[in-house]
């Protein structure tokens, strides 16, 4: 196992975690020379907070840890590629690597959509990998929403019956 995947391994963890709560299950960690400095999950749906997206609660944790926004010597991992506000912060806190697993063809900003941490007109950009343990990252956002559409489609069918 590679050390991207053991950090991804860990990601998945707190994805499961989100998972668990009823949040949609993406997890993030930033590991600073060899040791994690933050964990985090989706928390939105929790917290009712647009931006509690795991990579920006990662960001932040991390900050915190350093006593500084420059996270200029960490690597961020994420179980899905980040969206447009979290390749923002992932600039703006100057994260040199990024590395997701799955792809998000509907949201994602880091190759998806666009590429805004590679974007030359800014005076950040990091390096991307991708793909590392997509198939279990995809798999458990496939599963998670199988779920709830199963559930809402469940309690549709109750709500017509005691009509």
Not at 51 to 75: D, M, Q, V
């Amino acid at each position: 196992m590679t050390s991207d995947e053991y950090y991804m391994n860990v990601a998945l963890e707190e994805a499961n975690k989100a998972s668990r709560i009823g949040e949609v299950p993406i997890g993030a960690v930033i590991v600073n020379n060899e040791s994690i400095i933050a964990r985090a999950h989706n928390l939105r749906e929790t917290l009712q907070q647009p931006t509690a997206h795991a990579e920006h609660l990662a960001i932040e944790k991390a900050a915190e840890a350093l006593g500084s926004w420059r996270l200029e010597n960490c690597t961020l991992y994420v179980t899905l590629e980040p969206c447009v506000m979290c390749a923002g912060a992932i600039v703006m806190s100057r994260i040199p690597r990024v590395v997701y697993g799955a792809t998000d063809p509907k949201g994602g900003c880091v190759g998806s959509l666009m590429n805004l941490v590679q974007e030359s007109r800014f005076n950040h950009r990091c390096e991307l990998t991708q793909g590392i343990l997509a198939a279990e990252c995809g798999a458990m956002l496939r599963t998670f929403f199988r779920n709830l559409r199963q559930q809402r489609k469940s309690s549709e069918q109750t709500m017509i019956q005691n009509d």
